[in-house]
């Protein structure tokens, strides 16, 4: 399959299909966990439609050109969180599930420095690529080929903040 393109408006679109697929299942969560960078967004969209508290884990496997080249994943110490203590049933968010190393281990994670034997922690991506390794409880779209996803935000890792302050007409920074 050739890459796959999303517009910012698909992209709102499929967290809107996520966040309808996740409330008719019924299950009731009382924490949203996002993996930062990708999931941010929609961890922020559903902590707002759901008013549930947002906690996020930051995460990287990914660097080199194009930041596409998968090495080890590495986590932070501690979930960035305002609540005192974390949820015993988790909503962990992600934008997708490519090798879903991070799914997987994000899940590990948490159990490890927050779970207890009552803990339940479900999952839920825009896309779920059948060479993930992980499938997660909710997704909007099966992508069989496994196409490298080009997503709107990934603009402002293309550019530069020159090339912003020009666009806009910034001579020269705030004193």
């Keep these: 399959m050739a890459d796959?393109?999303?517009?910012?408006?698909?992209?709102?679109?499929?967290?809107e299909r996520l966040a309808a697929q996740i409330y008719d299942s019924g299950w009731e969560?009382?924490?949203?966990?996002?993996?930062?960078?990708?999931?941010?967004?929609?961890g922020d969209i559903l902590c707002r439609l759901y008013n549930r508290p947002l906690a996020v884990l930051m995460a990287t496997s990914y660097s080199g050109e194009g930041?596409?080249?998968?090495?080890k994943i590495r986590f932070s110490d501690h979930l960035a969180m305002t609540s005192e203590t974390l949820g015993d049933r988790i909503l962990l968010l992600d934008d997708l599930a490519d090798s879903g190393v991070s799914l997987r281990e994000s899940q590990r994670w948490l159990m490890t420095q927050y779970g207890t034997a009552e803990t339940e922690i479900r999952t839920a991506v825009l896309w779920y690529k059948a060479c993930s390794v992980c499938k997660p409880d909710y997704y909007v779209d099966y992508l069989a080929d496994n196409p490298w996803i080009h997503q709107p935000f990934e603009y402002y890792e293309e550019t530069t903040i020159e090339a912003i302050a020009a666009r806009h007409g910034a001579a020269t920074p705030a004193s």
């Design 29 to 42: 969560f009382n924490q949203i966990v996002c993996i930062a960078k990708g999931g941010l967004r929609l």
């Design 4 to 15: 796959l393109y999303v517009s910012w408006s698909e992209y709102h679109l499929k967290i």
């Design 67 to 71: 930041n596409r080249v998968r090495g």
